[in-house]
């Protein structure tokens, strides 16, 4: 599987993005689906994840209440809605499909990863 992912760039605090993240193949469908970041200096940390078919998110404390996960299967993409952005939502932010089909916060879990895109957050 490869994953594209999309949608980053340069935004005053308040603002909203939506990632994208593309997958190469049709067993997307099966797979738990996961955003995490990185900021400079920091470790790769979980943002959001989400079951197979959509029914089931989980988010980081940070975040809970202004992104939101989703997922279209007919389409091979999942998004990530970010809303009311903040300086410290500055990353590189990273889709990935987990091994299974349920929607974990534990980047071990997931076996592939996109390349990232950049989300800048200006206060």
């Known amino acids: 599987v490869q994953l594209q992912a999309s949608g980053g760039g340069s935004v005053q605090a308040g603002a909203s993005l939506r990632l994208s993240c593309a997958a190469s193949?049709?067993?997307?469908?099966?797979?738990?689906m996961g955003w995490f970041r990185q900021a400079p200096g920091k470790e790769r940390e979980a943002v959001a994840a989400?079951?197979?078919?959509?029914?089931?998110?989980g988010y980081a404390d940070s975040v809970k209440g202004r992104f939101t996960i989703s997922r279209d299967n007919s389409k091979n993409t999942v998004y990530l809605q970010m809303n009311n952005l903040k300086p410290e939502d500055t990353a590189v932010y990273y889709c990935?499909?987990?091994?299974?089909?349920?929607?974990?916060?534990?980047?071990?879990?997931?076996?592939?990863w996109g390349q990232g895109t950049q989300v800048t957050v200006s206060s």
């Open positions: 989400i079951s197979w078919n959509g029914a089931f998110t």
């Open positions: 990935a499909a987990a091994l299974g089909a349920s929607y974990s916060l534990n980047p071990t879990l997931y076996k592939y």
């Open positions: 193949r049709r067993t997307f469908s099966n797979n738990g």
